[in-house]
């Protein structure tokens, strides 16, 4: 073959890949054609036998040409195109597993569009837990003086099977304190707690089983639920948590593999569960043979009454699954949860954990561990608690101040959230749009039912993460947007 | 009723709790007993109502009592037991659906015995990256400057539809470099690679459905497909990486539907996927309509030849997806592995992750992005790189030196791990029990193998975690073990 070539325009090897590159594009080399043997062509060429093999190895990594066992080197045949498969808005083809994926796998609603310029910075009742309460600079402190004090290989796997003993041995002398009696080898750390629902999930669940919830409920659960193709049977909840006394029916029409609860606090609606509705629920859950899934996502966030024992701890052994969190009662941005269970399921739920992804941090776990055991993680939660109280107490204030009274609201004994029911005729999806353009933030209550519309009446206000100033000008652009909203 | 009580015995509320608790457990109120009202009681004994309502909110919080709606006080049942149970080894009984968890998930082999006194400190050719090369205190100084910069929101949640997108840009570039186009948009952060694997199984496949694995792989991927009910299709791997010509009539007969590879210094044998392989690997997919979960988790640490291109580069579009982690580059204690996807199913895997672990921590997301736009992370692979293709080296001289030469074993050209063909009848696992006596520990290859037995006659060993003079003691020792153990 002839390749004119230049050693004034570059290195040779280019030239030769370039001009060999155009060839095999424009066909005069098909797919199937043998190229000559690199010693055959640098002597054709009066170039060096390694300046062809550079060219061909270029060629050969792009995918163009590829060698035969011991039968020289031949120009490939492009990749082939999946016949069967979709095309998406923007004309492009998938294979047919993508289109079987999405079917088992259908996209849930889309989020609202950003808003234009021109509006006020919003007062944000939405997230969770305020960054500027965080110990953000303290746990950098404690980070750094684990690695002088552990070394680098606290930023290695650590041991898969038995993560963090002393974290584990100082969270479970801390539910010890609250009644839970237990030990570090009950205790699975995990990727935030809803790591352990996931987690959960995967080791009880399959596609279609049933799960009993709250209904409404923590959004994420619900999502993780639904995510996983799982039947969800809600029971009302009122000031006393979970309508128990209506459950007996549902556990027997639809035998659900699960019960998921949050005894305290629940978010959306802040309900404490009543002392008889924990024992009622855990005798019914026993007589029907299923797991209780207790969720005590905020439990040492309380600002008034008297806490409820966990339902975990009314357990005779291996009934109640529970699971804490330093999410909103340190930082979530941790990502440390972690799971109490006795029995089989405890060395199954760790398995899920360590193939889901092998290890949460041991940086981390040892740095939290040490913020525990000098006291700094009690010494925030007892700040922390301080100041969200107070918030509680202004956003009380507020909607006094600003609402009318036919908003109606429970005040929450402790946790973060606030439960709101709008007046007859408004319609919180609609309250959002208006409020967002007033300048004031808040999660609508259809987020937390299973049927969306269910939830059209209620919107859920986050105090924690907004100062009582904050606080006061959100609830009052709120009662504009309220205004506004009439009918 | 009578309660005797000594102010100077301690508080009274106490007293009478006390002594109440004492009566019911004896049976003198027995279930369903009504007690005396507050009022009533406090009258009897002389003392404030307020002392009698503690008292009985100590034995309610406790479970012993509880309120009836409208109807005054009742001594309570005992939390009933599960009758359907089931006894462990400690004679503890539990409940039935703990039973029926059991035979989903199967427990696994179990671990060796620890090791008495009296042996060498060991030389591990287990485990994972050096630490002592892990750049920790640069790392420390980011996460500083992140916080310094970023402030303590960084310990938030962060943005959960869209996670640091400035993360996700680098490694789009990173990857586009590499030849591998893509945009931000198509990278999903995960926690570890091995989340990634989850997560591809979590949204793609169910209980009983088929996966394609070279076989031998890695371990803690047969264990996510084995623990969420997968059936494991094996296909030989030889120095050129997966036998593809085989797999054809695999795919007709078991239909799976997944293909897991490792196409780069693969785990445990170390070989690179041919780029012929390659090719015939994606048609084949292509025909059959599977997708490729392609795990390129040490693609950059190559000590010698040329790369191949990534079987994503010949991806024309959604046929691949191609899985990247941070722990064997830098270091595992991050926990950050990211997923390259496009088309439908890159929207259903985001919102898996999100339903598994909400986020991965923003802190060590934003610090990762300023370690790699700083040009650190670059700098520590050359650094790594350099010291493990020495110690790849190392290792060669030290099997050349102490093994005897039917002990086989093929160079790699990368990665961090070598794979050794023993003698004929030596059983990998007697050698490790005489290897840990003798002061040496490896992975034996029946870890790896879908059938255990298969890898008798294999050991794995990580040289990139040892010194030099490490590797030629260790290798010392296991010629040692070897001797002893030979027939």
């Given at each position: ?178 009644g839970i009696l237990c030990t570090e080898d009950e205790i699975l750390l995990t990727t935030g707690s809803q790591q352990a629902l996931a987690l959960v999930c995967h080791a009880l669940l399959k596609r279609g089983d049933a799960v009993l919830v709250e209904d409404p409920s923590y959004n994420f659960a619900l999502a ?27 556990l027997q029409k639809h035998r659900p593999r699960l019960i998921y609860t949050m005894p305290n606090f629940q978010n959306p609606t802040g309900a404490c569960l009543s002392g008889e509705r924990r024992r009622q629920l855990l005798a019914l859950a026993d007589r029907y043979n299923i797991p209780i899934l207790e969720d ?47 029995g089989p399921i405890r060395g199954i739920l760790a398995r899920h954990k360590r193939v889901t992804d092998l290890a949460t941090s041991p940086l981390i776990l040892r740095a939290l561990e040490h913020f525990m055991s000098i006291g700094r993680y009690q010494a925030h939660l007892r700040r922390a608690g301080r100041a ?100």
């Open positions: 073959m002839y390749l004119p070539l230049d050693p004034k325009t570059g290195p040779l090897f280019r030239q030769i890949e370039q001009q060999l590159r155009e060839q095999i594009e424009e066909g005069r080399y098909p797919p199937g054609a043998r190229l000559p043997s690199t010693r055959q062509l640098a002597e054709e060429l009066g170039v060096s036998r390694i300046t062809v093999k550079n060219a061909y190895a270029e060629l050969e990594s792009d995918g163009l040409i590829g060698p035969r066992e011991g039968s020289g080197t031949y120009v490939l045949p492009p990749c082939c195109l999946c016949e069967a498969g979709t095309e998406d808005e923007a004309g492009q083809t998938w294979p047919l597993w993508q289109v079987e994926a999405l079917a088992q796998n259908p996209p849930p609603p889309t989020e609202r569009p950003p808003l234009g310029d021109g509006h006020p910075a919003p007062v944000d009742f939405t997230g969770a837990g305020d960054p500027r309460l965080f110990p953000a600079r303290e746990f950098m402190q404690t980070m750094a003086a684990v690695i002088r004090h552990d070394g680098a290989e606290v930023l290695g796997y650590g041991p898969l099977q038995q993560q963090c003993p002393s974290l584990r041995h100082t969270i479970a002398q801390m539910l010890t304190n609250n993780l639920f639904r995510t996983l193709g799982l039947k969800l049977i809600g029971v009302p909840v009122d000031a006393e948590g979970m309508c128990v006394e209506l459950i007996e029916p549902l005590d996502y905020a439990g040492d966030l309380r600002y008034e009454g008297r806490a409820q024992p966990a339902i975990k701890r009314l357990d005779p052994g291996g009934r109640v699954i529970y699971v804490g969190s330093f999410s909103k009662m340190l930082m979530p941005g941790l990502r440390v949860g972690y799971l109490l269970a006795e969200y109280g107070k918030r509680r107490d202004a956003l009380l204030a507020a909607i006094r101040r600003h609402l009318p009274a036919s908003v109606r609201i429970e005040a929450p004994q402790g946790g973060l959230f606030a439960w709101l029911q709008l007046p007859a005729g408004i319609d919180a999806e609609a309250l959002l749009d208006q409020a967002r353009r007033s300048g004031v933030l808040f999660a609508p209550g259809s987020r937390f039912f299973i049927e969306p519309a269910k939830g059209l009446r209620f919107i859920r206000l986050n105090f924690a993460t907004r100062t009582p100033d904050e606080i006061d000008l959100g609830i009052a652009r709120l009662a504009q947007a309220l205004k506004a909203s009439q009918p």
